[in-house]
């Protein structure tokens, strides 16, 4: 079964200063990664998404993450934080074989003036 | 219309009531998804629907009832709660496929008196 690991429930940032949300991953196949953003009072939306082409990958907002095999790692990084990105963030992992998506425990992150 | 609905978007229950979480996706999408999200725990995954017929149940209590009665609809019918049971419940759906994202409501807030 696939997992991830979600290092850190709270990471605390200045805003202008360097976002970096980290996710490792566990899994017996090649898998699909995604990092989810979740605002308070509504559901998870898509920030962006690992499908085995390229191992940088752009999201919305300005987010990306880069998938290292060697690592089993998908760290979610921003060059700079803007007060809008206080929010939850959700790693989760999937394979091929199944739709099943498995979550993350979840990053707060705070952004401070 | 677009995205997935649910309604409504909070809901007080006593524990002898009957009630139901009703979720619309206008996507197009074959799969549909019941999350239970509790504070300071990881997104559990309640049940699965794949083509309207239900492809997982991760032991959730009988006292959740989901129905799918086509593509686009899902229901969960609650009756005799439990306190412990107040969470954010949220409907997903996508394509059933590994690489398919999940597209989230903005979930019914339910609280158990």
């Known amino acids: 079964a696939q997992s991830v690991t979600q290092l850190g429930s709270h990471v605390s940032v200045s805003e202008g200063a360097l976002v970096l949300l980290r996710c490792n991953y566990s899994?017996?196949?090649?898998?699909?990664l995604f990092w989810y953003v979740q605002y308070p009072n509504q559901g998870l939306q898509l920030l962006l998404k690992?499908?085995?082409?390229?191992?940088l990958v752009k999201g919305i907002n300005g987010f990306e993450a880069e998938f290292k095999k060697s690592e089993t790692s998908f760290h979610l990084t921003k060059p700079s934080a803007h007060m809008s990105d206080a929010a939850e963030y959700f790693c989760?992992?999937?394979?091929?074989?199944?739709?099943?998506?498995?979550f993350g425990t979840g990053t707060r992150l705070q952004v401070t003036l | 219309e677009t995205g997935v609905t649910q309604t409504p978007r909070h809901l007080v229950m006593g524990m002898t009531n009957k009630k139901s979480l009703k979720c619309e996706q206008h996507?197009?999408?074959?799969?549909m998804y019941w999350y239970k999200q509790s504070a300071k725990k990881p997104l559990e995954l309640m049940f699965v629907?794949?083509?309207?017929?239900?492809?997982e149940n991760n032991s959730v209590p009988s006292r959740f009832s989901p129905e799918c009665p086509n593509s686009s609809h899902l229901f969960l019918h609650l009756h005799t709660l439990q306190p412990e049971d107040s969470a954010l419940y949220l409907c997903?759906?996508?394509?059933?496929?590994?690489?398919?994202?999940?597209?989230f409501g903005n979930g019914t807030r339910l609280t158990v008196t």
């Open positions: 989760a992992v999937s394979v091929p074989t199944a739709s099943k998506l498995t």
């Open positions: 997903a759906s996508s394509q059933e496929q590994g690489d398919s994202p999940l597209h």
């Open positions: 690992y499908t085995s082409a390229a191992t």
């Open positions: 629907y794949s083509l309207e017929e239900r492809v």
């Open positions: 996507l197009g999408h074959n799969a």
């Open positions: 899994s017996s196949v090649p898998p699909y």
